[in-house]
């Protein structure tokens, strides 16, 4: 009973996973924290390699700009949201105004550059923004991943480029000014500058590339594909042969490939002999190619690539595209089925919707750097205590039935089962900018049709 209940305990708490055999691979890998995962030297081989596949692989780009689309669209908005009117006004014409040119290195506006934080999120992992003043005006300097670097008084085993307390606070971040100097850098205080990030581990202080499981996978992909171009250029580019008709053993002189004979020729006069004449043919359609006796010409068969070889790349660029947490057809447009579809998007809005939600932070803080400016600069007037309170409106969620939807909300909105907010915000629109500019607009019918001496209408349809 002992010995049985001894070995009880031993398989009831063995896990298979931490076995090691011959038929797997060793799989070495420290169990720590993410600072000595993510080291300055890691984490720079990983935007390297990102940057790579975004310029070069048609696939990598694919699945960044889709990502980006989703998450910003036509631009994340906000819009003040206290219960003073009047401040609302002020601050929502303060804030148009300053996104017209909010960077002080480019002519981007914020809707841009809201575009390039996020694709440089995706891409590097993170970027920093740096709230600066510029002629006495609230501006952005904004910085790539790979310019907020390891001091030299930092030890590696601390978070690339930030400099934290003694309970591991940030206190600021080390930014590169000068790439010629790339130890040279400057301590930004974390209360001046955002780092636009999405960590995937606590205490997780620098970001990774979105898609840094699929990096090993698109070198693959990169590869093979530029072995198979190199095979299918070969091949295009001989498409004629010359075969030998006689065996081994045929010892006719005039057999162009055998040699060795006073009235044949070698090998390598052959082939000299039949490159030539094979240049001389393709310049001229209409000069007749002479063969030997034993020779034949033979129509090479250019079967790359193969069916099979095309199933196994499918499956390389749908696993990257899992990498993300988004389904392969919402990425790549497969087809797939109705249900499929939408529970496909369902589920990547899900995980958009986090993305927007942490990105929306991140561009609060800029939010109230700039009116938080107006208002102790006077230009903004009478500000309320919750001046900080804000709704940031997303683009229109992705839909494969655009007007099955809309039909379905204005049916909600008639019924009271959804507001008018929530049926404008599936829209990427503001209610109450909406609902003015149709009163604005009902009244110009109005008056229009007093003037033309027309009666009045209670409501003007289309």
């Known amino acids: 009973m002992t010995l049985f209940g001894n070995f009880f305990k031993r398989v009831k708490a063995s896990y298979q996973a931490v076995k090691e055999g011959v038929s ?6 420290p169990v720590q924290n993410s600072t000595r995962d993510n080291t300055a030297w890691t984490r720079k081989k990983l935007i390297s390699k990102s940057r790579y596949f975004y310029e070069n692989s048609p696939i990598y780009t694919l699945i960044i700009e889709r990502l980006v689309a989703f998450t910003i669209g036509s631009g994340l908005s906000v819009s003040p949201k206290t219960d003073d009117d009047e401040f609302n006004k002020a601050a929502a014409a303060v804030w148009a105004d300053w996104c017209k040119d909010p960077d002080i290195t480019s002519e981007l506006d914020f ?4 575009g390039i934080i996020c694709r440089s999120i995706f891409i590097d ?3 920093l923004t740096v709230k600066v003043l510029d002629g006495g005006a609230p501006r952005l300097q904004c910085f790539e991943s790979h310019a907020v670097a390891k001091n030299l008084g930092l030890s590696w085993l601390k978070p690339d480029g930030v400099e934290l307390d003694p309970l591991g606070r940030v206190l600021g971040y080390h930014v590169m000014l000068d790439e010629t100097k790339p130890y040279s ?4 205080d974390l209360n001046d500058c955002i780092l636009h990030s999405f960590p995937k581990r606590l205490n997780q202080y620098r970001g990774v590339p979105v898609a840094s499981s699929a990096l090993i996978t698109m070198h693959d992909i990169d590869d093979v594909i530029e072995y198979e171009k190199m095979s299918v250029k070969e091949l295009s580019a001989r498409a004629l042969a010359v075969k030998r008709v006689g065996g081994e053993d045929d010892e006719n002189p005039i057999n162009a490939l055998k040699g060795n004979s006073d009235e044949g ?4 006069e052959s082939k000299k002999y039949y490159e030539e004449l094979s240049k001389e043919c393709a310049a001229d359609r209409s000069k007749i190619m002479v063969l030997n006796t034993s020779d034949d010409l033979v129509e090479l068969q250019n079967n790359r690539p193969s069916p099979a070889w095309q199933g196994f790349m499918q499956l390389l660029i749908e696993s990257c595209c899992h990498s993300t947490a988004i389904a392969p057809s919402v990425i790549l447009g497969n087809k797939v089925g109705g249900a499929d579809t939408r529970r496909d998007l369902m589920t990547a809005e899900r995980v958009i919707s986090k993305w927007q939600s942490m990105i929306s932070r991140q561009f609060q803080e800029i939010y109230e750097f700039v009116i938080g400016f107006n208002i102790a600069k006077g230009v903004i007037k009478n500000a309320p205590a919750n001046w900080r309170k804000t709704k940031w409106q997303f683009p229109p969620k992705a839909s494969v039935d655009a007007g099955r939807d809309g039909n379905n909300d204005r049916s909600d909105v008639e019924a009271g089962l959804m507001s008018r907010e929530q049926h404008y915000a ?10 003015a500019q149709i009163a604005r607009e009902e009244k110009e019918m109005q008056d229009l049709r007093l003037k033309m001496g027309l009666s009045p209408k209670e409501k003007e349809t289309v």
């Open 24 to 29: 797997r691979s060793i799989i070495a890998n």
């Open 111 to 114: 809707t841009a550059l809201q």
């Open 125 to 127: 992992g993170d970027c």
């Open 185 to 188: 850098t400057v301590l930004v």
């Open 265 to 268: 020729m070698t090998v390598e």
């Open 426 to 435: 599936r829209r990427g629109l503001d209610w109450r900018s909406e609902l």
